[in-house]
């Protein structure tokens, strides 16, 4: 079954515009953890934002923002102030909690962005 | 040093060849793991690696064999590969038994077999 769920394949963007990346997730462990990654066609994964389950605060990281909605089981990723150089894949992914040993790190379908001079 | 370093960048290969990729770390990390993308996909996990022994395997062909010699290294060797196997492989890293530390990735081994 399907753990991370991101709607939009494609997104189209102006630049200096605002922009919101969906993310849904489906656990029924209490502890776990919400990420975002960019994808940059160089091919590496580069980590944007964190959020825990239990964190009660909505997490920032300079121009990104998640929008942590637990009830409804979404995490979507803001962007203020879009740049040409955001433009990028965006992945969503969930690590659950184990009581032991490494966690596994499941990726979303990944959202294509495209910000527009 | 936040950096995971994999080798080669690219490699092709025939399908009766071997070869192995290589990944690094100097973070303290106790956990690594390799993951496989295919164009337009998200990573699909293969193997984690936790205090250097093998801890998870999904269920992975016997032709990608992985091996983490110290726990700075990760390797990956490959043998008797199919062209369906080319893709971009990501090592990354993390800290170990937590769900609130990030994995570091290195930029990936693009892999063609032929």
């Known amino acids: 079954a399907q753990k991370i769920t991101q709607t939009q394949p494609g997104m189209f963007v102006q630049e200096k515009e605002a922009v919101t990346l969906d993310c849904t997730y489906d656990?029924?462990?209490?502890?776990?953890?919400l990420f975002w990654y960019k994808q940059p066609s160089s091919g590496e994964m580069i980590f944007l934002i964190y959020q825990g389950s239990y964190d009660q605060q909505n997490a920032t990281e300079g121009r990104y923002s998640l929008n942590f909605q637990k009830a409804r089981k979404s995490a979507n990723l803001v962007i203020s102030a879009s740049q040409l150089g955001d433009s990028a894949m965006y992945f969503c992914?969930?690590?659950?909690?184990?009581?032991?040993?490494?966690?596994?790190?499941?990726f979303g379908q990944g959202t294509r962005l495209t910000i527009n001079p | 040093d936040t950096e995971v370093t994999q080798t080669p960048k690219h490699l092709v290969m025939g399908m009766t060849n071997k070869k192995s990729l290589k990944c690094e770390q100097h973070m303290g990390h106790r956990a690594m793991y390799w993951y496989k993308q295919k164009a337009k996909k998200p990573p699909e996990l293969m193997f984690v690696?936790?205090?250097?022994?093998?801890?998870i395997n999904e269920s992975v062909p016997s032709r990608f064999s992985p091996e983490c010699p110290n726990s700075s290294l990760l390797n990956l060797h490959l043998h008797a590969l199919q062209p369906e196997d080319s893709a971009l492989y990501l090592c990354?890293?993390?800290?170990?038994?937590?769900?609130?530390?990030?994995?570091?990735f290195g930029q990936g081994t693009r892999l063609t077999v032929v």
């Open positions: 656990t029924s462990d209490p502890s776990y953890g």
């Open positions: 992914a969930m690590r659950e909690g184990r009581a032991q040993g490494a966690q596994k790190l499941v």
């Open positions: 990354a890293s993390s800290q170990e038994e937590a769900t609130n530390t990030e994995a570091f």
């Open positions: 690696y936790s205090y250097e022994k093998l801890s």
